[in-house]
């Protein structure tokens, strides 16, 4: 299978700390992504990292990646009870047309 | 607001009935998808249309039909569904450069099928 796999599955912190979320994948990649999903709603895309590159931020987002291991870490710093969603990486196939994603991990930022 | 509209955004079904669920993409990407989400497992990509090559996740039963006439509109029909089918059913569409990889998705806001 060519999903990712999130770890941990369900993360709960109090507001102001950082969240970090990993992601582990199997097969070689162009790139990789991380969404956010509110309850019952669509993703939102977050960031994308390409396979040449090893870090990536975007405003509180922090992404790493490291294909020699095939894993992704992503970091939230000084979350806000607003951060509380599902976050899920997705992997692309070879020919870049098809993304695979995990089951995602859960996150509760306590106000 | 994303771009890319769903509908119905709930939809409750009997096994005998056959629905139609659309999508729309007003982006202008060359690329459109269907994913179901269940819960406590991974999204599914079930159905791919890319650069007018359709791909399909051969795991998917067959009464499950998707439909794309142009590269703006997708259409999932549905026929005589299972309870298992009951899910959230996510469209999404992105620009494909071929031999670039993947670009980010956009999602729908998805609908909330029960199959009863």
């Known amino acids: 299978s060519q999903q990712g796999e999130e770890d941990p599955q369900a993360l709960s912190i109090q507001e102001g700390e950082n969240a970090t979320m990993n992601c582990s994948y199997k097969?070689?990649?162009?790139?990789l992504q991380w969404y956010r999903q509110n309850s019952g709603r669509g993703l939102v895309h977050l960031i994308l990292?390409?396979?040449?590159?090893r870090e990536k931020h975007s405003g509180r987002l922090r992404v790493t990646l490291d294909t020699s291991k095939k894993s992704s870490s992503l970091l939230i710093t000084a979350s806000r009870a607003a951060d509380t969603a599902s976050y899920f990486c997705a992997t692309d196939s070879a020919s870049g047309n098809q993304f695979y994603f995990g089951t995602g991990t859960s996150l509760t930022v306590i106000p | 607001e994303t771009g890319v509209t769903q509908t119905p955004r709930h939809l409750v079904m009997g096994m005998t009935n056959k629905k139609s669920l659309k999508c729309e993409q007003h982006l202008g990407h060359n690329a459109m998808y269907w994913y179901k989400q269940s819960a406590k497992k991974p999204l599914e990509l079930m159905f791919v249309y890319s650069l007018e090559e359709r791909v399909e996740n051969n795991s998917v039963p067959s009464r499950f039909s998707p439909e794309c006439p142009n590269s703006s509109h997708l259409f999932l029909h549905l026929h005589t569904l299972q309870p298992e089918d009951s899910a959230l059913y996510l469209c999404a569409s992105s620009h494909i450069l071929p031999g670039q990889g993947g670009e980010k998705l956009f999602f729908g806001s998805g609908t909330q099928l029960s199959v009863l």
């Open positions: 990292i390409r396979s040449n590159e």
């Open positions: 097969t070689s990649i162009n790139n």
